[in-house]
């Protein structure tokens, strides 16, 4: 069994960066693809940023310049770097990942706990 363990969320004021982290909890489970989804109140939970398998990565065209996404596979890690921040990214943020456990023929996905990140103005 497999845990996506996030971390990096908090307060920082209009401007300010974070660096939210997703780690695997096992090294034995590979992320194949994953992704970075957030869901502000009263909202739906939308796409943030995602890399494919082979490494073709989208990012919400109203955030790109700002979001940056990226992994580290030694440390089955993924990043996202928010740089600018604005009011209006308060919200929760996912991380979503896409796991194929050793010996399965099968891609299961799996979601994070979630991170607080809140920008004040």
């Known amino acids: 069994q497999v845990q996506l363990v996030e971390s990096g969320g908090g307060l920082v004021q209009a401007g300010g960066s974070l660096r939210l982290s997703c780690a695997a909890s096992?090294?034995?489970?590979?992320?194949?693809?994953a992704g970075w989804f957030r869901q502000a109140p009263g909202k739906q939970r939308d796409l943030v940023a995602k890399?494919?398998?082979?490494?073709?990565?989208t990012y919400d065209d109203s955030l790109k310049g700002r979001f940056i996404i990226s992994r580290n596979n030694a440390e089955n890690t993924v990043y996202l770097q928010m740089n600018g921040l604005k009011p209006e990214d308060t919200a929760v943020y996912y991380c979503?990942?896409?796991?194929?456990?050793?010996?399965?023929?099968?891609?299961?996905?799996?979601w994070g706990q979630g991170t607080q990140v809140t920008v004040s103005s």
């Open positions: 890399f494919t398998g082979d490494g073709q990565i």
């Open positions: 979503n990942a896409l796991i194929q456990p050793p010996g399965s023929a099968y891609v299961y996905s799996y």
């Open positions: 096992s090294s034995t489970f590979s992320i194949n693809a």
